[in-house]
């Protein structure tokens, strides 16, 4: 087998936006927010179901996928590849957004139902050292949960470092497969959850159409010409940093330290400034 990187845009939608495999997103939605029993999601419906034309066509900055359950809650999952500025401020606003376009006008706020935030990151958002943490609306002093509609969750990939023989729950089973399925020849042993072993078998990229195959590298190739062009912009500021810190006393060790550059470049750069 030949699995998908599931933080790719196409992949990501492709399994969890998936309205014929329904059972893949419950899964993972009851995983992430520990519901069991009578709490327990037994149907959804995905609001913005996986298109390959619609999302190879458009390069959209938010990749998500949005669901309703049997209650009326709203669900947005997020797969967020790089840290941006303003991240914390715009999931707020994202979230309270999409918990207000419930009601048209003149409707009663009774009708408003809980809209829950899923973010999945590729970098380290938070200071605490779990990879999976959740944040409500608390009485600062009592900690009285009374403002329960917007609630938030972040998944932070790179502080989730658990190998495959030491998975034991479900959350990270399925935090173990976004993460390192790309690096996987086969579906692991013991899986007893029938919406994870879906996601596996809708990750084998052997399994897919040629047109989703497409957009699959497609976007790849913009991700790494992203990434290019992030790490040319990074390293032309450092470059100012550097050109400031060589008027100054500063060796060319400590210049490279402030700036991240090889003390190889540094004296380069100062060979081309003639100091």
Do not use: C
């Not at 976007?219 to 992030?230: G, I, N, P, S, V």
Request: hydrophobic fraction near 40%.
């Amino acid at each position: 087998m030949k699995f998908a990187d599931i933080k790719n845009d196409i992949a990501f939608r492709k399994i969890f936006g998936n309205e014929n495999k329904t059972e893949i997103l419950i899964s993972f939605l009851n995983a992430v927010l520990k519901l069991e029993g009578k709490k327990k999601i037994v149907w959804v419906q995905i609001l913005n179901p996986y298109q390959v034309p619609i999302v190879l066509g458009a390069k959209s900055t938010i990749l998500d996928v949005k669901a309703k359950d049997q209650i009326g809650n709203e669900y947005i999952v997020e797969m967020q590849v790089t840290d941006k500025i303003g991240f914390d401020k715009r999931v707020v606003y994202y979230t309270a957004k999409s918990y207000s376009a419930q009601l048209s006008v003149g409707e009663d706020f009774a009708k408003l139902k809980s809209t829950i935030f899923i973010g999945i990151l590729n970098f380290t958002f938070l200071e605490s050292e779990h990879y999976l943490s959740r944040h409500l609306i608390l009485d600062a002093n009592t900690y009285e949960h009374k403002l329960k509609d917007l609630d938030f969750n972040f998944i932070e990939l790179p502080k989730f470092n658990l190998e495959q023989k030491q998975l034991q729950s479900l959350i990270e089973k399925w935090v173990f497969f976004i993460k390192n399925a790309e690096n996987l020849e086969v579906i692991p042993e013991g899986l007893d959850d029938e919406g994870l072993k879906t996601a596996y078998n809708e990750a084998n990229q052997h399994s897919w159409k040629k047109e989703d195959l497409e957009a699959y590298h497609y976007a790849q190739l913009r991700e790494m010409d992203e990434r290019a062009e992030k790490k040319l912009v990074e390293q032309k500021k450092a470059m100012e940093i550097a050109k400031s810190l060589l008027q100054t006393t500063l060796s060319h060790q400590d210049v490279a330290k402030h700036t991240g550059l090889t003390v190889e470049q540094i004296e380069q750069l100062r060979v081309e400034l003639n100091l």
